[in-house]
């Protein structure tokens, strides 16, 4: 699906095509005009906290904070009830390994992303309410929509390059096309809406901690904790257009379970491009679109982690870390955007899932040595340093790569029945160095020359794939069916798509540096 510059509001029409938008020139005044808007917007917060030595071992925080935003009161609401609570305590066990036992519980309120209102304040605001039939969706009140050509990947890259040579799809020629023009063979026309719910909730986390501290030996610490964050409210996106169910297909996962799965092919003449019944989604708007999207703060997420630290303090020209964290992310969705929102607006819990950020394990190795001062001159104020990271894979979703079931919209389109972030990326390994030397002269000055080098082996870590399978359902044993090649061999789960799996980019290579520090 292609997005673009022709805007559309009742108050303004851009009916002719400006490529100045796509080749980087002067966009039109009209454009420029009707992108501008102003928001009224104020962070407050006031906190009040409490220190109490309870007895010689064991030490008492509390703390409250009271936070809120203020918007126009015809855009969003503010929320009065932002009060964070926060509890913390410190008890020395009082043996000779110094042992410290501290715990921490609070309430964290973030702002709510006020990127998302790209629309500005006509995108915003209007009346409360639950849309007819569907008691999880608000009601549709928009006064912004964006114009859009949807079609299958090949015809899309011919209406991007007629679009970037400066030609509209109705007015491109593809004689194949019914009509004769690039439009004919797909989806031309008001297509978006972009609202932000107006009673949008300020993001917020619920953190709870445990650790403990000793020092088995006397320049060494080590610290044991429990980490648990809790995501309430988190921003996301969802399309509130999209049609009823019309069926269910059998498809399956890539373990070869089977399952349903909703689709929504509906006749035009029957449902037109939105939702069958529904209501003017405002002024000077027809009653039907095919995508609206609604930016709203129904996610959440989950954190728990282990952490273990072991350092050894700067003593005799040496020191040493040692950092392993074991941790399980689950979420809704990643952050907001038009993009990934739910492939089905009525099951959201379809969507909750390891988190693309879920990485089980991390350790990161340190060390440094330093030469004595009192050692030939010039061997003398030489520091080695080297950090080691290892970490577990990250996840990613497997993605049709198109509009597997129907709905208008292709890009959040999961394979078969499977969850999200279950494509299991690669290790990542890194080894970092630096060597420098630190020369004195007269009081208080100093020159340094520095050597670092990152990831010295040159490691290729892969950070993104390419994970567009290619199929609505996996490929079968017997391949051949179902948009299947003839032979799985050399395809990755048997994928119709060759480069299914393959590096779409990649963390940086070996980076070498030069310094020079002049301390004075």
Known sequence: MLFF????????TEPTFDKAVFQGGRIAPAIRNEAKGTLNHTYNGLYIQDKWRATSRLTLNGGLRWEWETWPSNVLDTQWKNF????????????????????????????????????????????KGKYPGRPFEDSLDAKTRLFAFASGPNIT??????????????????????????????????????????????????????????????????????????????????????????????????????????TYFCPVAICGPGIPGSRSAGPGFPTLYAVYFE??????????????????????????????????????????????????????????????????????????????????????????????????????????????????????????????????????????????????????RSLEFIAEAFNLSNTLNVRYFNTVYGAADFCPFSPGTGGCPATSSGFPEGSPNQYYGTPRAVNNPRQIQLALKFSF
């Open 157 to 262: 890259s011919i209406a991007l390059a007629d679009m970037l040579g400066g030609t509209y799809p109705d007015a491109a020629p593809l004689g194949f096309c019914p009509g004769g023009t690039v439009s004919g063979c797909g989806f031309f026309g008001d297509a978006t809406i972009v609202r932000f719910v107006k009673d949008h909730k300020n993001p917020y986390g619920i953190q709870a901690s445990l650790a403990v501290e000793f020092e088995p030996l006397p320049d060494t610490t080590v610290s044991i904790s429990g980490l648990h964050v809790r995501g309430v409210h988190l921003g996301s996106f969802f399309n509130v257009n999209q049609p009823d169910p019309s069926g269910q297909a059998m498809v399956h996962d890539s373990q070869g379970r089977s399952g349903l799965k909703n």
């Open 84 to 127: 964070d609570p926060r509890l913390g305590l410190a008890y020395n066990v009082g043996t000779n390994r110094h042992v410290v036992v501290r715990a921490g519980f609070g309430l964290f309120h973030g702002m709510i992303p006020a990127p998302l209102l790209a629309c500005q304040l006509p995108s915003c605001g209007g009346t």
């Open 295 to 444: 930016a709203t703060s129904r996610w959440d997420s989950q954190y728990d982690g282990l952490l273990i630290n072991v350092n050894k303090r700067l003593a005799h020209n040496f020191s040493y870390g040692i950092s392993y964290t074991w941790s399980k992310s689950i979420d809704n969705g990643p952050n907001p955007s038009f993009v990934l929102i739910p492939q089905d607006s009525q099951n959201f819990r379809a969507e909750r899932a390891l988190s693309s950020d879920d990485v089980r394990n991390r350790i990161v190795l340190n060390a440094t040595v330093t030469t004595p001062k009192t050692w030939n001159p010039f061997a003398r104020d030489f520091l080695f340093g080297i950090i080691t990271s290892i970490q577990s894979p990250m996840r990613f979703t497997k993605f049709a790569g198109f509009d597997a079931n129907g709905d208008i919209f292709g890009n959040n389109d999961r394979v078969g029945i499977e969850p999200r972030n279950t494509f299991i990326g690669d290790n990542f390994r890194s080894v970092d160095v630096r060597v420098s030397r630190k020369f004195d002269f007269r009081e208080k």
């Open 5 to 12: 510059e022709r805007f559309l509001a009742p108050n303004f």
